[in-house]
């Protein structure tokens, strides 16, 4: 099993920043992707970015080029520097690990961002 905490939602004013951080505990070997997804009310949860343990990044949907994904290493915490938010943006932010090709999944709680114009 995997744990994921994060940290970093809150409030923030449109055209601000706000930095999520997630980090992972217990069987971390057991996965190799890490990444954000999220949730706004009434959509489909999805991804904003992802990065492997080597260090690969994808990016999605709307914030891509808003948005940095980067990791303290290999197996070190997850962090999302998102930028230049919009009151689009406000949804529930959940951290994600997994195995690729597999059904090895875990996810956070979830930490609430939301963006007032």
């Known amino acids: 099993q995997v744990q994921l905490v994060e940290s970093g939602g809150g409030l923030v004013q449109a055209g601000g920043s706000l930095r999520l951080s997630c980090s992972a505990s217990?069987?971390?070997?057991?996965?190799?992707?890490m990444g954000w997804y999220r949730q706004a009310p009434g959509k489909q949860r999805e991804l904003v970015a992802h990065?492997?343990?080597?260090?690969?990044?994808n990016y999605a949907g709307s914030m891509k080029g808003r948005v940095t994904i980067s990791r303290a290493g290999a197996k070190g915490p997850v962090s999302l520097q998102m930028n230049s938010l919009k009151p689009s943006d406000t949804a529930v932010y959940y951290c994600?690990?997994?195995?690729?090709?597999?059904?090895?999944?875990?996810w956070g709680q979830g930490t609430q961002v939301t963006v007032s114009s």
């Open positions: 990065i492997t343990d080597a260090g690969t990044t």
């Open positions: 217990g069987d971390i070997f057991s996965v190799n992707v």
């Open positions: 994600n690990a997994k195995r690729a090709g597999t059904l090895t999944n875990y």
